[in-house]
């Protein structure tokens, strides 16, 4: 598992920008870490990377987002599902929200925050994950697999 040190909001950007291109389509992509870690942080810099016009915030309260992106030469990449499932009680309520609609299809990128309150979502084929933790001075660092 890669790990990467990001300094600051800039090197934050920069990893973001990078993950876009390893994104085809299709991926969940759980995020794991503290309150403050950079998780949500994270989820607006790709969508910016990927051309979402709205502003991107967690969400906490309504569980579930879709963002539509900009065609990205390379990749099929039109819509972001973005699940917090910090106020989930158990797995089943995921599905009730609708997640099944959007996990997984060819043209969306499904980002969930606290992936680890579902783990059910580690089975999917398309799964990826990025564990964010603290380093010294102010820094993350990111655990991609």
């Not at 598992?1 to 389509?25: S, W, Y």
């Not at 972001?80 to 309520?93: F, P, Q, S, T």
């Not at 980002?111 to 603290?134: C, H, M, N, T």
Request: charged letters at 30%; aromatic letters at 8%; proline letters at 4%.
């Amino acid at each position: 598992m890669p790990t990467i040190t990001v300094k600051n909001l800039l090197e934050m950007r920069k990893f973001a920008r990078e993950f876009v291109d390893t994104l085809k389509g299709g991926e969940i992509v759980g995020l794991i870490g503290d309150l403050g870690a950079g998780k949500t942080t994270f989820v607006q810099l790709l969508s910016a990377a990927l051309g979402v016009k709205k502003p991107v915030r967690s969400p906490t309260f309504i569980l579930m987002q879709i963002f539509d992106t900009r065609a990205r030469k390379g990749t099929r990449v039109r819509r972001i599902c973005h699940v917090d499932a910090y106020r989930l009680k158990n797995e089943m309520e995921l599905f009730a929200i609708g997640f099944e609609d959007f996990a997984g299809q060819s043209d969306v990128v499904t980002l969930v925050e606290w992936a680890d309150r579902v783990p059910i979502i580690k089975q999917l084929p398309s799964y990826r994950e990025i564990r964010f933790g603290f380093g010294p001075e102010d820094a993350r660092v990111l655990e991609v697999s």
